[in-house]
């Protein structure tokens, strides 16, 4: 079992905090990262592989494309949909993952995210599904609503099959601060109103 991370980046700064933290928390040889940047910046290899692609850019892409561009250069036969704005938190996330795909996941038929320490069990920030599925529902290119693959994703895959990782923390860095008391410390995502609810 392989799992490739998408991440399309334009925050050098950003991808350079999420791949130490994938550094330092990883613990098998089974993740790559599939960078794809517009600058021709070096970065420090990740021991597990690494596929940077370099985009000249032409014109903005949205993110389903930018996704898309990833996704034929991953070789994993999981995929996570992350970009720059990420920390991973937990040791052994990785080790976590592949023992839940193993108990739950067997038939590739299957949703899992892990906490991004904003909507956490609520909504799948970061998802990760299978080729086998991706493949099945034909999913590039697609028109992303407002929280983009995420509620797309979380919106198609039935309740039975979807699976909220408590026990790993990839924390969003992109809020607009807390509210609430001091010791409430909510997340607050910022939001397009005009997009509706999700």
Not at 54 to 76: D, F, I, V, W
Not at 122 to 128: G, N
Request: glycine letters at 6%; charged letters at 25%; hydrophobic letters at 40%.
């Amino acid at each position: 079992m392989r799992l490739s991370i998408l991440i399309p980046s334009n925050r050098p700064e950003g991808l350079a905090r999420l791949i130490a933290s994938l550094q330092k928390n990883s613990v098998t040889n089974d993740v790559e990262l599939v960078i794809l940047v517009d600058d021709e910046t070096n970065y420090v290899d990740f021991r597990n592989g690494m596929i940077i692609i370099h985009r000249q850019p032409k014109k903005p892409l949205c993110m389903s494309e930018l996704n898309q561009e990833c996704y034929q250069r991953a070789t994993g036969d999981w995929i996570m949909f992350g970009n720059d704005d990420i920390i991973c938190n937990t040791p052994e996330w990785d080790r976590l993952l592949f023992i839940a795909i193993e108990q739950f996941g067997q038939d590739g038929i299957a949703l899992f995210w892990p906490d991004d320490c904003m909507f956490g069990s609520k909504l799948a920030c970061f998802p990760i599904v299978s080729r086998k599925l991706l493949n099945l529902i034909d999913f590039f290119p697609q028109p992303y609503r407002r929280y983009k693959i995420d509620d797309t994703l979380h919106n198609i895959i039935p309740v039975a099959r979807r699976y909220f990782l408590s026990n790993i923390e990839f924390k969003h860095e992109n809020d607009q601060g807390t509210v609430g008391y001091p010791l409430d410390g909510k997340r607050i995502y910022p939001i397009d109103r005009e997009a509706g609810d999700f």
